[in-house]
């Protein structure tokens, strides 16, 4: 019987004609190949964790979740070679092992480092860029099961198409990353007046290697995370602490007042002014890897814009108005990150200082209304939607959004000239892949 796959948050499914699990680069190859030959489509699949369709196929799902091997790691140069199916939790323990780590990271680590960069998935802090900035080269499988090389001597526009890719150019089996010597983190969490952090951002943001804001909705409070890399030896907190910090307070405190407001939404006003008095200061001291990444276990949906940093304050008074402006029973806080720009040409980074700005709803309730009212907001911006993020987006608004778009196209219409790889989504977020022209632009 066809199995039937969902994605984490359990709103995504789909019954692929079959579901592959490949264990290595030469089996990935084979099980491309075979679909090609049969006339299905494929779609490779990391963890599940985007909220979109990006993953759903009646085809062939290529699932990676044997291939997480790490097959070379030089702690000298910091270029570490691993299968594209890693859990970045896997990878980033690995890498510890010798004495590395990733620059940067964001907020969980249950992903695929696949399905991470094919996002641009990214954590904060305006000197640092997103992930997919660090692969140096990788190993793609394209349609007919070849393996292509890509870095940057070999195919530049390649390379630059492929770092954050939306699984449209092939499945990828192999990275190659640039890490950093192993380091430790110095956070401290803590709720302050929402109008004071917005009037002193730039300095905050400028004077922290990670800084991050959650905004609590209904209320003047926002929690900020400021981080600072140290060499002081770790003092995790105590279990008491990390246990209501880190699992009571977002998993069943936030779960239940959720439920709560879904049941009374009138109330949900009050019921985050409680929450947020619970809420206390919280610092955490510790190897990197430990420190950025979290467990959720509240299910919910996301979208989250990337927009130009400058606009950062103003877009999100913006989306705080909103909620209260039309009393909805959001409890999620609206985050709020910043990286530095990079030069992949599906990033949502590229060629500028970036804020994002993350809304969030529990699962089961409504957000389409809230998600469309904070997109029209993004979009005076230049807003470009996370990959793997909800949105309501298509091929032709994104276009103007992104310098790099028609490049992305040349590089996609080389490399899947038959659209193996374009699935439901990707047709409405790329458009079909365009006729290539030899040697220029489609
Ligand atoms: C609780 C939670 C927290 C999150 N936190 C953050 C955060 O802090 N920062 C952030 O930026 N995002 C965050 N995200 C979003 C998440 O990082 C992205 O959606 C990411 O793509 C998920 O990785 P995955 O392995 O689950 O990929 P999937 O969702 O399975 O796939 C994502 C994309 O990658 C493609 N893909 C997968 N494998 C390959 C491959 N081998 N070759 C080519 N393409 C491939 C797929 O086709 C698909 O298009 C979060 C999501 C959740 C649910």
Request: net charge neutral; hydrophobic share 40%; aromatic share 8%.
């Amino acid at each position: 019987m066809a199995e039937k796959w969902r994605n984490w948050a359990r709103q995504q499914t789909c019954t692929p004609a079959r579901i592959e699990r490949p264990a290595s680069e030469e089996q990935l190859s084979e099980v491309v190949a075979r679909a090609a030959r049969d006339g299905l489509r494929i779609r490779p699949v990391g963890s599940g964790h985007s909220f979109t369709d990006t993953c759903l196929t009646d085809g062939v799902m290529v699932d990676q979740s044997r291939m997480q091997r790490v097959l070379d790691a030089d702690p000298t140069t910091g270029l570490v070679t691993v299968e594209a199916g890693i859990k970045l939790h896997r990878l980033t323990a690995e890498l510890h092992r010798h004495g590395l780590a990733l620059e940067n990271q964001g907020d969980i680590d249950t992903q695929s480092l696949a399905g991470a960069l094919a996002t641009a998935t990214h954590g904060t802090g305006e000197r640092f860029r997103n992930l997919s900035a660090n692969v140096v080269a990788c190993r793609l499988v394209t349609a007919t099961g070849e393996v292509v090389e890509i870095d940057e001597a070999r195919d530049p526009d390649a390379w630059r198409a492929a770092r954050v890719s939306v699984g449209a150019l092939g499945v990828i089996s192999h990275y190659t990353l640039r890490c950093v010597p192993a380091f430790r983190i110095h956070r401290i969490d803590e709720l302050r007046p929402a109008a004071d952090v917005l009037a002193d951002l730039d300095r905050l943001v400028a004077a922290h290697d990670h800084f991050e804001l959650l905004a609590l909705p209904h209320t003047d409070k926002v929690l900020t995370y400021a981080s600072q890399r140290t060499d002081r030896p770790a003092a995790p907190p105590g279990r008491l602490t990390a246990w209501w910090n880190d699992d009571v307070l977002p998993n069943a405190g936030l779960g239940a007042a959720c439920r709560f407001a879904r049941l009374i939404p009138s109330a949900a006003p009050g019921v985050a002014r409680a929450v947020a008095g619970l809420i206390g200061r919280y610092e955490q001291l510790d190897d990197s890897y430990r420190v950025y990444a979290h467990q959720r276990r509240v299910r919910f949906t996301e979208m989250e814009y990337a927009i130009p940093r400058a606009h950062a304050a103003e877009a999100l008074e913006r989306v705080r108005a909103l909620v209260v402006d039309r009393r909805l029973p959001v409890l999620f806080p609206i985050e709020v990150r910043f990286t530095a720009p990079d030069d992949a040409f599906l990033s949502t980074a590229y060629g500028r200082d970036t804020a994002y700005i993350a809304v969030h709803q529990v699962a089961g309730a409504e957000y389409e209304a809230f998600f469309r009212a904070v997109e029209a907001i993004m979009d005076e911006y230049e807003g470009r939607p996370h990959w793997g993020k909800r949105h309501f987006q298509t091929a032709a608004a994104l276009a103007p959004r992104y310098p790099g778009w028609q490049d992305f196209q040349a590089v996609r219409a080389r490399l899947d000239p038959d659209g193996v790889f374009t699935n439901d989504y990707v047709a409405r977020v790329l458009g079909p892949v365009p006729v290539s022209v030899p040697g220029g632009r489609p």
